[in-house]
């Protein structure tokens, strides 16, 4: 016994779909770029939680995100602090490089190493905080990676965030068709 199977296609639907699908491609690709971006805040959040690098919770409410669509339609996630400390505390400070200002030191120092009489002491707290901006200056810091670990993190599970991503792309497509 033959078995014969035809399909019909309306070329026009399909031709009116596509041209649909390429003119909204750049906002799926923002879509994607967009969530990888909101993955890696929530993952630096985490790392830096774990690291318990956080003292007031300046570093961590400075994390910020956002999706840019580059000049070759290329969508970037990119996840940011504005804070200037925020990059030495990721990736670290070489040995020998010029100290931070001691003057910026002064809050970390009160709150961790001073004792109680000296935080009423006039310039105690400077001092301190000169001094361990002196050995900061010399010794350097290990960075926390944070940022650079958030990154590595969603780029393994970028596949499973971009197919979502499309999924739901692809979802508002056919309800719009």
Avoid at 81 to 104: F, M, N
Avoid at 111 to 123: Q, T, V, Y
Avoid at 141 to 163: E, F, H, L, P
């Amino acid at each position: 016994m033959a078995v014969s199977i035809s399909t019909r296609h309306d070329l026009a639907r399909m031709k009116a779909t596509m041209a649909r699908a390429r003119a909204a491609w750049p906002k799926a690709s923002l879509d994607v770029a967009r969530d990888l971006a909101a993955a890696m805040e929530l993952e630096a959040k985490r790392n830096l939680r774990k690291t318990k690098a956080t003292f007031r919770g300046t570093l961590l409410n400075s994390i910020t995100r956002h999706a840019v669509m580059d000049g070759n339609n290329t969508a970037r996630g990119i996840i940011s602090s504005d804070l200037p400390y925020a990059g030495v505390i990721d990736l670290g400070r070489r040995p020998g490089a010029p100290p931070p200002p001691a003057e910026d030191l002064v809050p970390w120092v009160k709150k961790k190493l001073a004792a109680k009489g000296d935080r009423k002491k006039p310039g105690a707290l400077l001092s301190l905080a000169f001094v361990v901006a002196r050995s900061i200056g010399k010794k350097g810091i290990v960075g926390r990676r944070y940022m650079q670990d958030a990154r590595d993190t969603v780029k393994a599970k970028s596949q499973k965030i971009a197919s979502a991503a499309i999924k739901r792309f692809m979802d508002r497509m056919r309800g719009s068709a």
